[in-house]
């Protein structure tokens, strides 16, 4: 009796896991991700590749790191350049996108979009001529790059605003300008705050790059160049999965404070 009620027990709580558009529970899926974490965590400990650093070299990896190297005043500083870079790109993404209310200036948001296509192989010369430290350098870079990525998002998100939308604040009472303030500022910035939240992982993967080409300030990206070159292999992945843990902190993050200053952005939404 007892085998049979926890089969159909078991098969009730797996049913929703195996059908199309199915919402399971919040316990359920926590426990589905825990339970596959500790199977690719088995796997790495008991069956490790040739080629892959084992799970007990990388711990000992992240432990020398963080005790000798100085793993996180380097991961501080590179998390604090990081931020700097993404506000900086916020404040002109979100200008140059607003701009596209007014026609004359949609070519520029155009422009601005497209260049996402450059690589900053060449630019970091040009913007080494026109400044005068690293530091400033290692910021327009990864501002550049962010801000490319934002605006062709942002600019989405605007450009997405239907005309019944227009048409409600105008029946209100709003003029040009006002229906402009509360239906594509205001009424998008939950949208907005989204876009930011899925660009800021373009920033980490710049700054690896940056932080290897201007040493002089360290960071985290620096640290991972040091291990690669001398294929401390188990350094590599300890830094990369370190790099991962605080992005996947910021997603998290980002989602709070979504949750916290627009409640109502998820309502419609498939839960």
Known sequence: MS????FFNS???????????????????????????????ALWLFYPLQLFPSLGEVFRALGDLITTQGLLPELWASLLTALQALGIATVLALFISYLTALPFFRPLAFAASKLRYLTLTGLTFFMALLLSSGHQVKLSVLVFGATVYLVTGMTRVILSTTQE???????????????????????????????????FAIIWTLITLVETLYQSE?????????????????????????ILAVGVA????????RRVFFPYAGLGVAA
């Open 3 to 6: 085998m049979t009620f926890y």
């Open 11 to 41: 098969t009730l709580i797996m049913s929703p896991l195996f059908t199309p558009n199915a919402h399971p529970r919040r316990a359920t899926l926590a426990a589905l991700v825990a339970g596959q974490v500790l199977t690719l965590l």
């Open 165 to 199: 939308e227009l048409d409600h604040a105008r029946t209100l009472g709003l003029g040009e300008w006002g229906s402009f303030w509360e239906v594509v500022v205001r009424g998008k910035l939950a949208d907005m705050l989204e876009v930011v939240r899925q660009n």
């Open 218 to 242: 360290g960071g985290i990206g620096l640290l991972l160049y040091k291990q690669n070159r001398y294929l401390h292999l188990d350094g590599v992945v300890a830094i990369q999965l370190v």
């Open 250 to 257: 910021q997603d998290y993050g980002f989602e709070a404070l």
